[in-house]
């Protein structure tokens, strides 16, 4: 009998797996589950034109079941594997069933953290579509908003609230935003943006519980007892990886599942990409990121993997971040620079400061500056170092330090 090659998790990084391993060649069954009740979607336009209503629900479909027949990949959703039995390397469901496989894929992402008294009427978080329909529902009633948490998601909610004129208040237990993912310049400017644009921001708050009136939310309280008022909250304070089947399964999971660069998990039949996974770097240190990016390479790596080739993820990490008007584009890391240089104008949101340890540029963050952060891009995948008087020159053309490309 020719087994399938299964997918658990049907978003972004399930998705590209099922299609990588048909463009690597595999001829027999792919399947795909997920236990979400809609195929394949986008998620980061959730917390960008999805909520400011700018796209539908429909325009954030990835690949629909009919487009994923025709590659000859099977989607079935809403459907929950409860277990995996490696010896018999077979998947159980919670109705019972079973399905076994050749091959696994892991791709079952992350969920968001919770806070407690988050079941309230109001209380939302916000990392699947149905959340964000469910906010959106509350949104156009809701008069003042209270956002827990700082980060890319939070932030970008609360543009899209004041936008749409609603009284916003950002609580964040750091004293700068954005903490864990930007320097401490990409914090003051974002800071500054939010207040301009008239957002309370409430740097080193802690959040002590909710208020509530007939089991709806009316405010949150600080830790230093205040209380802000809010008849609707989104609390964005980070993801859990999903790696409870593999680690019930015995796959070594430390803060997610495993993997080496190449998708590797601790089981040789067994394969994870994308939130799910934390990935060991050849220095021995792992490394969590949810990112389309990662997703995406992480899969295609797993594809290969199962082929037998070896194509492992060794591209610089890059995000984006939609807040207002200002796109945030980041590559490399900021993390431990010992020097940093700024090309263009801070003021008016139109800059890109490059990241330098040594004379070693190790990551750019671009605010409006599209070209700049693609050739941030291919400066750090090819190892292509400018000077920092380079880098904050706007006279030096970034893509011409590059080699010139092989034309044949
Ligand atoms: C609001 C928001 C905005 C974002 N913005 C950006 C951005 O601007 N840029 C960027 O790069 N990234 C952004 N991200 C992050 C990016 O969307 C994720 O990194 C990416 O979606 C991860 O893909 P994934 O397939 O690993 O996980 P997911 O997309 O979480 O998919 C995993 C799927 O597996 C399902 N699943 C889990 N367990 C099981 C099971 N046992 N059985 C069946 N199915 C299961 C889950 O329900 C889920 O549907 C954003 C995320 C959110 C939520």
Known sequence: MNLPIVIIGAGQAGLQAAEAIRA???QGDVILLG???????????LSKTYLSGESSAEQLTMRGPDALARKQITLRTGIRVERIDRE???LHFSHGSSLPYHRLV???GARARQLAGADLQGVFALRTLDDATRIAQGLEAAGSIAVIGGGFIGLEFAAIARKKGKSVTVIEAADRLMARAVSAQISEIYARLHAERGVSVRLGSGVAGFVSANGAVSGVTLSDGSIISADLVVVGVGVIPNQELAD?????CESGVVVDSS?????????????????????????????????????????????????????????????????LQMVGTSADHDLSVIRGDVATYKCSIFYFRGTTLIGLDSLNRP???MAGRRLL????FPTPEQAADEGVALAGLLPKQATS
């Not at 236990?35 to 336009?45: G, K, L, Q, S």
């Not at 019930?248 to 070594?252: E, I, K, P």
Request: charge should be negative.
């Open 106 to 108: 892991l791709a079952t």
């Open 88 to 90: 018999e390397k077979t």
């Open 263 to 327: 998708g590797r998990t601790s089981d040789p039949f067994i394969v994870a990409c994308g939130d799910c996974t934390a990935m060991r770097l050849a220095d021995g240190r792992l490394r969590r990121l949810e990112s389309v990016q990662n997703a995406i390479e992480q899969a295609k790596a797993c594809a290969a993997t199962i082929m037998g080739k070896e194509r492992p993820f060794s591209a610089a990490p890059w995000f984006w971040s939609d807040q207002y008007d200002v796109k």
């Open 35 to 45: 236990d979400e009740t809609h195929a394949p979607y986008h998620r980061p336009p």
């Open 381 to 384: 995948d090819q190892q292509v």
């Open 371 to 373: 070209q700049d952060h």
């Open 24 to 26: 690597e060649g595999w």
């Open 248 to 252: 019930a399964a015995g796959l070594v």
